[in-house]
Nanobody
């Protein structure tokens, strides 16, 4: 059974930092990559960042490049999202996702995600 559990969300002022964690278990171990998506109230769920299991490749949404860093620890089955210089527009529920194929990593579409975590709320105040 696939299971992803996020943690680390919270409230922070603009310019602050947060680190999100995702603990993976079950079949997510064999996923090609892991990703982070976010969904603001009334908006679609969008890709934020992804990393291959090998750690050799990462990708980011343009809106977070230079501010967010995705990383992984295969020994602990963990994926992290370090978020710096946070802006109010970063406010959303953040979800960890298993991206099972190279295509999903290269074309991260929420409709193709095999497994989701329950989400963790990030709120950035101005």
């Amino acid at each position: 059974q696939e299971q992803l559990v996020e943690s680390g969300g919270g409230s922070v002022q603009a310019g602050g930092s947060l680190t999100l964690s995702c603990a993976a278990s079950g079949r997510t171990f064999s996923s090609y990559a892991m990703g982070w998506f976010r969904q603001a109230p009334g908006k679609e769920r969008n890709f934020v960042a992804g990393i291959t299991r090998s750690g050799s490749s990462t990708r980011y949404a343009d809106s977070v490049k230079g501010r967010f860093t995705v990383s992984g620890d295969n020994a602990k089955n963990m994926v992290y999202l370090q978020m710096n210089s946070l802006k109010p527009e970063d406010t959303a529920v953040y979800y960890c996702a298993a991206l099972t194929t190279y295509y999903q990593f290269s074309n991260p579409n929420p409709a193709n995600v095999a497994a989701w975590g329950q989400g963790t709320q990030v709120t950035v105040s101005s």
